[in-house]
């Protein structure tokens, strides 16, 4: 009987612990690291590119997507993933255009997509 006391008392502190477990390292779990993509000017991550200057909310011209990296998302087999693109656009007709970075989330190749994140990482050069 004390052994079963034993087992019983570890069965609990571990289920403790395993609850008191941080959801966002949970959640981390299912992310794969971010790779490089081989071919930024592939015509699916330049639409993808296209596509968050045209949500990001602020009229611009997409120019293209300079480099990408990919993340999947749920597990090596699901074709969902989180796109970080480079982008290469211009806020207003005559600017010189400035670099952003975008994340995108696309679940099985599919749409709808959705726009994570969007932010100027520079500004344009202003000739004087």
Same mark, same amino acid.
Request: hydrophobic share 45%; net charge positive; proline share 5%.
């Given at each position: ?45 330049? =639409? ?18 300079? =480099? ?9 087999? =699901? ?17 010189? @255009? ?25 500004? @344009?050069?202003?000739?004087?």
């Amino acid at each position: 009987m004390r052994t079963f006391h034993v087992v019983a008392i570890a069965v609990a502190a571990a289920f403790v612990l395993c609850a008191a477990a941080s959801p966002a390292a949970a959640e981390d779990r299912f992310l794969c690291n971010w790779r490089r993509v081989a071919d930024p000017g592939d015509p699916f991550i330049q =639409s993808l590119g296209k596509w968050a200057v045209e949500r990001n909310g602020t009229p611009m011209r997409f120019d293209k997507v300079e =480099s990408a990296k990919a993340q999947c998302v749920d597990d090596t087999i =699901s074709k969902t993933r989180n796109y970080e693109l480079i982008i290469v656009a211009a806020t207003r007709d005559g600017e010189a @255009p400035g670099r952003f970075r975008a994340v995108v989330y696309v679940e099985n190749f599919t749409q709808p997509q959705k726009l994570v994140s969007f932010e100027r990482i520079t500004r @344009p050069r202003q000739d004087n």
